[in-house]
């Protein structure tokens, strides 16, 4: 088998479906498996995949365990080359599968791989090429530096906006709603870390795959659709809060050590604040901007 690839699903029938319509419409000679894992849906996901992709291999949790866990799941059952994450959320093309196996199999250094993504509305989706959110990154990119001075290194290390979206290069983490990972990239860094419950686990795997020594990849040769969740609506609660706890999480396992108290205190202060800010701003939104 040379690629596996995993869907985590909750509760989006008809993304997941539109999902598998287009990896199974791939034009490839490689041979693939699909697994799916449902987090407990209640919108009738199981059944419908069932009906439709008899072929999937479908597991089914009764209740929600989160990406990392869930991914995990099915990365034990696997049995390909490689293994694809591959959000529920996301289109791929017909040739996007025969083009990253290609580049991965020519290219050994490679431990982790991603593609150009892009926005329902034509933009690039940045987080499928990034830096690391290093205490500096993370200060110039929530204070909006990053806006500013587009084009400056110095202030783009987390987005990378300064490079070319359409050129290939080594970066430092992709996003988890499509990355290719080589089965010898797994075996020696192990899976995704179960502490992050939906955020924070690709950058924190990317990490981990760097340390170990392997190239991590932005190849735009190939895109796919990513139909995110409209900004401008309000998100749960718990959303909101598991992407905090994830940058508490990634600094305290990776960057802890290695500064003194004072920037870490700011960092804890910082993401404390933005948290507050998120909370207050998406009340709002729920509630139409009219605080009750």
Same mark, same amino acid.
């Given at each position: 088998?040379? $690629?596996?690839?995993?869907?985590?699903?909750?509760?989006?029938?008809?993304?997941?479906?539109?999902?598998?319509?287009?990896?199974?419409?791939?034009?490839?000679?490689?041979?693939?498996?699909?697994?799916?894992?449902?987090?407990?849906?209640?919108?009738?996901?199981?059944?419908?995949?069932?009906?439709?992709?008899?072929?999937?291999?479908?597991?089914?949790?009764?209740?929600?365990?989160?990406?990392?866990?869930?991914?995990?799941?099915?990365?034990?059952?696997?049995?390909?080359?490689?293994?694809?994450?591959?959000?529920?959320?996301?289109?791929?093309?017909?040739?996007?599968?025969?083009?990253?196996?290609?580049?991965?199999?020519?290219?050994?250094?490679?431990?982790?791989?991603?593609?150009?993504?892009?926005?329902?509305?034509?933009?690039?989706?940045?987080?499928?090429?990034?830096?690391?959110?290093?205490?500096?990154?993370?200060? &110039?990119?929530?204070?909006?530096?990053?806006?500013?001075?587009?084009?400056?290194?110095?202030?783009?290390?987390?987005?990378?906006?300064?490079?070319?979206?359409?050129?290939?290069?080594?970066?430092?983490?992709?996003?988890?709603?499509?990355?290719?990972?080589?089965?010898?990239?797994?075996?020696?860094?192990?899976? $995704?870390?179960?502490?992050?419950?939906?955020?924070?686990?690709?950058?924190?795997?990317?990490?981990?795959?760097?340390?170990?020594?392997?190239?991590?990849?932005?190849?735009?040769?190939?895109?796919?659709?990513?139909?995110?969740?409209?900004?401008?609506?309000?998100?749960?609660?718990?959303?909101? &809060?598991?992407?905090?706890?994830?940058? $508490?999480?990634?600094?305290?396992?990776?960057?802890?050590?290695?500064?003194?108290?004072?920037?870490?205190?700011?960092?804890?202060?910082?993401?404390?604040?933005?948290?507050?800010?998120?909370?207050?701003?998406?009340?709002?939104?729920?509630?139409?901007?009219?605080?009750?």
């Amino acid at each position: 088998m040379d $690629l596996s690839i995993i869907i985590v699903s909750y509760n989006t029938i008809e993304l997941t479906l539109n999902a598998l319509q287009s990896v199974f419409n791939s034009a490839t000679s490689y041979q693939f498996e699909v697994f799916v894992v449902d987090n407990a849906s209640e919108d009738g996901s199981p059944a419908a995949i069932k009906e439709r992709y008899p072929q999937v291999r479908l597991l089914t949790n009764d209740q929600n365990l989160g990406f990392s866990k869930a991914n995990n799941q099915a990365i034990r059952l696997t049995c390909g080359r490689y293994v694809l994450l591959l959000n529920s959320d996301t289109v791929v093309h017909q040739e996007t599968l025969d083009v990253m196996l290609r580049y991965m199999d020519a290219h050994h250094d490679v431990g982790a791989a991603g593609c150009k993504v892009i926005l329902p509305d034509g933009s690039l989706d940045k987080a499928c090429k990034r830096g690391f959110p290093t205490p500096s990154a993370s200060f &110039y990119y929530a204070f909006g530096f990053s806006k500013f001075f587009p084009k400056a290194p110095r202030f783009n290390g987390y987005q990378l906006g300064y490079l070319n979206p359409d050129e290939s290069y080594p970066v430092d983490c992709l996003v988890g709603a499509f990355m290719l990972v080589r089965r010898e990239t797994i075996d020696q860094v192990g899976m $995704l870390d179960e502490a992050f419950f939906m955020y924070g686990e690709d950058i924190d795997w990317c990490y981990r795959i760097k340390e170990a020594g392997w190239v991590v990849y932005y190849y735009p040769q190939t895109s796919i659709i990513h139909y995110k969740r409209a900004s401008s609506r309000a998100k749960p609660v718990p959303i909101i &809060y598991a992407f905090h706890e994830a940058m $508490l999480l990634f600094h305290r396992k990776h960057y802890r050590q290695r500064y003194p108290f004072y920037i870490n205190g700011l960092v804890y202060a910082g993401i404390y604040v933005k948290l507050g800010l998120a909370l207050l701003a998406n009340r709002l939104k729920r509630f139409g901007g009219k605080p009750s």
